[in-house]
């Protein structure tokens, strides 16, 4: 016997003798009649669609209460994205480079930010603690990272415990996946006419007057009308 402890439950005669009518059944009535082996293939596949439906059945009464509760909170169109902070990320990061994986694109793309994203990938059990797993897409938010996962218990993921940390779109999106480049102005002193700089009997067409420090006044440049213009002279 392959399975004592089940034979032991479900071997008696009232089974042995319910199994050997079916058989004998199929063998009057039935058109294949080739083996047991076949017979008993058949039975196993009853067994899975009365049994094994049972099983999902009390199984996803279970699961449909967390489950479903958490994948609702992340479903819809830029609802899968969260941000995590640099404090939370560093250890799963730190694991992923034990591992031979190449975070620094993403630790210099968080650290610029200041702060990491994650996106919702499922529910998840974590140490026995249901928990939502969440992609550390390293490479980039448009490839998909299903073996890099990071978990927060459900109890953490509230609606108003989520709301303040929802990205207002992908990371790609709102080009956070962009080394920003500090760039420096040059800022050039404005330059202070003097004396030295305007040529004997220039004109200085902001001051409307002629600014040859020799001037002794008679060269035709000071303008008695307010209406006149330098270039009338």
């Not at 439950?9 to 009535?29: A, G, S, Y």
């Not at 039935?30 to 083996?35: F, L, R, V």
């Not at 940390?165 to 760039?183: A, C, H, N, Q």
Request: charged letters at 30%.
């Amino acid at each position: 016997m392959r399975h004592q402890q089940i034979q032991t439950v479900i071997d008696n005669p009232e089974t042995r003798k319910f199994l050997k009518d079916l058989f004998q059944k199929n063998l009057t009535e039935g058109t294949d009649k080739t083996s047991v082996l076949r017979f008993g293939e058949a039975l196993v596949d009853i067994l899975k669609d009365e049994v094994g439906s049972m099983r999902g059945k009390r199984s996803s009464s279970v699961d449909n209460g967390w489950r479903s509760e958490i994948k609702a909170r992340f479903s819809g169109r830029g609802k899968q994205w969260i941000k995590v902070s640099l404090e939370y990320i560093k250890p799963y990061l730190d694991n992923l480079e034990s591992e031979g994986i190449d975070v620094s694109n993403y630790r210099s793309w968080t650290t610029q930010a200041g702060f990491a994203w994650i996106r919702y990938a499922g529910s998840r059990v974590n140490d026995g603690v249901n928990s939502g797993g969440f992609e550390i897409r390293t490479t980039g938010s448009k490839i998909d990272h299903p073996k890099q996962l990071c978990y927060i218990p459900v109890t953490s993921l509230s609606e108003d415990q989520i709301s303040d940390f929802r990205l207002s779109g992908t990371p790609f999106g709102m080009k956070l996946e962009e080394i920003r480049e500090e760039v420096v102005e040059d800022i050039e002193e404005d330059e202070v006419a003097t004396e030295s700089d305007y040529p004997e009997g220039v004109f200085d067409c902001i001051e409307d007057r002629c600014v040859d420090p020799e001037c002794d006044g008679n060269c035709g440049g000071d303008l008695d009308d307010d209406n006149d213009s330098i270039y009338d002279i």
